[in-house]
């Protein structure tokens, strides 16, 4: 008896989850992808947002003057994080920049000079002794700048950043992977604005699924 009990207080409760499936803005596989697998985060206390970019991508480039202010409203129970892509050992040198100026808490400093290095000045930015012209511009010696740049530290956050970009099954760059569990592309939802509006839909529903 009790389990026919629990059998019809399911089936009751299946045409409202239904409709409220199909109330849903953004759909999984229409608008995002669900990973198979959740990835852990930086931060198990707060919902995590994850831009996965390349300094070499043009696209990532322009999505910059896009995410910053919308990273700056986003609040206190997120957490924001990037992760550069490292395809091809010859990205590998913008990683290790990425990493370096993180240590050092200079990415505010140096992230956007990168960027314009490549895509606003055209520059040939491609190996260590460029990328140390730039962080010379901040007041780093090349000495500092190169025993980061190499050090096992900066190292293992690369390795870590591969493992990643593996597990969220990343496509192409920008991406925006949710609290490690959904994956946002220009491509499903519909170019930058777009990939912003799903993020915060998806921050909602985790936040939703945490309250409960």
């Known amino acids: 008896m009790l389990l026919i009990k629990r059998i019809i207080f399911i089936l009751a409760l299946l045409p409202l989850a239904m409709c409220q499936a199909a109330d849903e803005k953004y759909k999984a596989g229409e608008h995002y992808d669900i990973l198979k697998q959740q990835v852990r985060t930086a931060n198990s206390d707060k919902i995590e947002v994850n831009e996965v970019f390349s300094y070499t991508c043009g696209h990532c480039y322009n999505f910059q003057s896009k995410l910053h202010p919308w990273v700056d409203k986003l609040p206190a129970d997120v957490d924001f994080q990037s992760t550069p892509v490292i395809w091809q050992p010859k990205l590998e040198p913008f990683a ?57 530290g900066t190292t293992s956050m690369i390795t870590q950043a591969k493992s990643r970009v593996r597990a969220y099954k990343v496509r192409g760059t920008p991406e925006v992977i949710i ?14 604005a777009g990939m912003l509006n799903v993020a915060e839909f998806l921050i909602d529903k985790e936040r939703a699924l945490i309250t409960k």
Do not use: C, M
């Open 96 to 152: 290790r920049a990425y990493y370096t100026a993180k240590i050092l808490n200079l990415l505010d400093q140096v992230h956007t000079p990168i960027f314009e290095s490549i895509h606003l000045q055209k520059k040939s930015i491609k190996s260590e002794a460029d990328f140390a012209e730039i962080f010379a511009a901040k007041g780093i010696d090349a000495k500092k700048f190169s025993s980061v740049f190499n050090s096992f």
């Open 179 to 192: 609290n490690g569990k959904y994956r946002v592309s220009t491509t499903k939802a519909g170019g930058f």
